[in-house]
Every structure is written in C-alpha cells, then in structure tokens.
C-alpha cells in the first residue's frame, strides 16, 4: 500500500486538474477607451456593449 503524496511533490505533477476555462472579453471603464482600442488594432465594423454583470459597469467589443 503507498502512502500519501506529500503536498509539495503533489504541487509540481502533473495530475489532469488542468482547468480549461474559455477566453473572456477585453473589459474597458469607458466608451472612449474601448473606441480607441478598437481603432488602434484595426477593428472597422464593431459595436460597444455595456455589460452590466452585477456592479460591473464595463464596457467591450463585439463585431457587427
């Protein structure tokens, strides 16, 4: 029977906990700087949401 792994050899195997979590959205405080952005990285059609996820008062990209 083996003994437990101790914590610090758990901590750098590799044991599949990997998390595959999804991109999320470039965030900006204000209608200006996501404009900016938008025009800086080459974006032409685009539209500027609010996302009012709770307290969050956020602006983002999304194409048209």
Same mark, same amino acid.
């Given at each position: %029977? &083996?003994? +437990? =792994?101790? &914590? !610090?050899?758990?901590r750098y195997l &590799? =044991?599949?906990? *990997? !998390?595959? @979590?999804?991109? !999320?959205?470039? &965030? /900006?405080?204000? $209608?200006? *700087?996501?404009?900016?952005?938008? $025009? !800086?990285t080459g974006m +032409? $059609?685009?539209?500027? $949401?609010? %996302?009012?996820?709770? =307290?969050?008062?956020? /602006? @983002? =990209?999304?194409?048209?």
């Open positions: %029977m &083996t003994g +437990k =792994l101790h &914590t !610090r050899k758990k &590799t =044991l599949g906990i *990997e !998390r595959n @979590r999804k991109p !999320r959205p470039k &965030t /900006f405080h204000s $209608e200006l *700087e996501a404009k900016k952005y938008a $025009e !800086r +032409k $059609e685009y539209l500027i $949401e609010r %996302m009012n996820y709770g =307290l969050s008062k956020k /602006f @983002r =990209l999304a194409k048209k």
